[in-house]
């Protein structure tokens, strides 16, 4: 007598067979190819081809070789973006947020969501293109050197901390100097020259 008992209240639980007889569920299709699949690929192509017409077979080759590249150059875009978003931590930003009226904040956080980085500025998520302005961390002014007693330090201690164009990743986006200069009027800075 066997210990496994069956439970008659239990659902019944039917798992997908796909055409094969296989359980569907336990096949997960492959997307992307990697150089050794590619290189078998070439190699079934070749030796299957008509000598007579070498180039009619080669074409989905090509076609599928454009295709590979093109997913590599979208993780690459994806991976681009992702390393942007972190390079604005603790950056000041002037964002559009919808609302008519440009938010200056500082960067806080970065959340990945669906794959897609978003910024969380002032405790609200922004996507990557809502980034009109990119400014520079705010700094103190560097105190005076040793030995520079009875100098005047009046100049340098009034001087305010400069906001600066950080580059931008997305080229529709707008970084002229009006979003700057605006958003260093709100902060009360100087805009950068």
């Known amino acids: 007598m066997s210990n496994f008992a069956i439970d008659p209240n239990a659902p019944l639980e039917w798992a997908p067979i796909d ?4 359980n569907a569920r336990s096949r997960v299709p492959v997307t992307t190819l990697n150089q050794d699949d590619f290189l078998k690929l070439l190699v079934t192509q070749m030796t299957t081809q008509d000598p007579l017409k070498p180039m009619e077979d080669m074409s989905s080759f090509m076609q599928m070789a454009q295709f590979s590249s093109l997913e590599q150059n ?18 000041v930003v002037q964002v559009n947020d919808g609302s008519g009226e440009p938010l200056i904040g500082t960067v806080q956080q970065v959340v990945m969501i669906e794959g897609a980085p978003q910024l969380v500025v002032n405790g609200k998520r922004f996507t990557l293109d809502k980034i009109e302005a990119v400014g520079t961390p705010l700094t103190p002014p560097a105190s005076p050197a040793a030995g520079t007693a009875g100098t005047d330090t009046t100049a340098s201690a009034a001087a305010e901390p400069q906001l600066a164009p ?15 200069s605006t958003a260093a009027a709100l902060l009360g800075f100087a805009p950068a020259s």
């Open 19 to 22: 055409s094969a007889g296989t």
């Open 74 to 91: 979208k993780a690459m875009q994806a991976s681009m973006a992702t390393i942007h978003a972190n390079s604005m931590l603790g950056h």
């Open 166 to 180: 950080a580059p931008q990743f997305f080229p529709e986006a707008s970084l002229g100097t009006a979003p700057l």
